[in-house]
C-alpha cells in the first residue's frame, strides 16, 4: 500500500465549477501538506502548505487537512481552463529534515 | 528574479554514456534535491543535499551521482549503470528547516 493515495484523474468540470481534490495518507506522523500545480512538461509550482489540521484560503483556492481521517481535499472555487494542470498532494513529517511523500496526481481539465 | 534554472530543456543520449544535468538557484537555499518523475509513479527523490560538500541518497539513488561544491549548484550525473534513465528530471531547493519545495522547470532525458 502506498503512503499516500491519489486518484489520477483525468476528471473534467465545465468552466465556472468548485472543483475538489483530494488524498488519503496512511502515516499518521504526516504533520506538513502541499498541493502543487504542475502543466504538461513543467515543473510543479507551490499553491498550498498547511500545517496540522485545518483549513486554509488562499483567493480561489482553500486547502483542508482532516488528520482524524488522514484526508486533505483542495477545492478550487470558479474554475478557469487555466486550471487546467496536474495537482500533486504532498506530505512531511515534523522535526529537522523529513523526506517530502507526494502523491500521483491527478489531471484536471476546466472546458471553457 | 530568483528562482531554480535547469538546463538543458530537452536532452538526447545513446545508451551507455554517462549524462549530467545541471541545477542553479539563487534563492539562498542551503537544501537541494533531485527527483524523477514517470507517468502513474510521482515524483521519486534520488538525492538531496542539506548543506555545501553533504549529500544523501534518496529512494531510487542506483546508477545516479551528484555533488555539492558551490550552495548554488547541485549537478546530477545519470551514469550508464541506471537501467531505465530516460525520464524527467526535476530539481528542487528549500531554506533547509522549512518544508516548502521550490521546483524549476525540469529536463526531459530520452536514452535511446
Known amino acids: 500500500q502506498k503512503e499516500v493515495e491519489q486518484d489520477p484523474g483525468p476528471l473534467s468540470v465545465p468552466e465556472g465549477a468548485i472543483v475538489s481534490l483530494n488524498c488519503t495518507y496512511s502515516n499518521s506522523a504526516f504533520q506538513y501538506f502541499m498541493w502543487y500545480r504542475q502543466y504538461s512538461r513543467k515543473g510543479p509550482e507551490l499553491l498550498m502548505y498547511?500545517?496540522?489540521?485545518g483549513n486554509k484560503e488562499d483567493g480561489r483556492f482553500t486547502a483542508q487537512v482532516d488528520k482524524s481521517s488522514k484526508y486533505i481535499s483542495l477545492f478550487i472555487r470558479d474554475s478557469q481552463p487555466s486550471d487546467s494542470a496536474t495537482y500533486l498532494c504532498a506530505m512531511s513529517r515534523t522535526g529537522g529534515y523529513q523526506k517530502v511523500t507526494f502523491g500521483t496526481g491527478t489531471k484536471l481539465q476546466v472546458i471553457p | 528574479d530568483g528562482g531554480i534554472t535547469q538546463s538543458p530543456k530537452y536532452l538526447f543520449r545513446k545508451e551507455g554514456q554517462n549524462v549530467t544535468l545541471s541545477c542553479e538557484q539563487n534563492l539562498n537555499h542551503d537544501a537541494m534535491y533531485w527527483y524523477r518523475q514517470d507517468p502513474g509513479q510521482g515524483l521519486r527523490l534520488i538525492y538531496y543535499?542539506?548543506?555545501?560538500?553533504?549529500?544523501q541518497k534518496g529512494d531510487i539513488a542506483e546508477g545516479y551521482s551528484v555533488s555539492r561544491e558551490k550552495k548554488e549548484s547541485f549537478p546530477l550525473t545519470v551514469t550508464s549503470a541506471q537501467k531505465n534513465p530516460t525520464a524527467f528530471y526535476l530539481c528542487?531547493?528549500?531554506?533547509?528547516?522549512?518544508?516548502?519545495?521550490?521546483f524549476g522547470p525540469g529536463t526531459r532525458l530520452t536514452v535511446t
Open positions: 543535499s542539506q548543506i555545501v560538500n553533504d549529500f
Open positions: 498547511t500545517y496540522s489540521s
Open positions: 528542487a531547493s528549500s531554506i533547509a528547516q522549512d518544508y516548502e519545495q521550490y
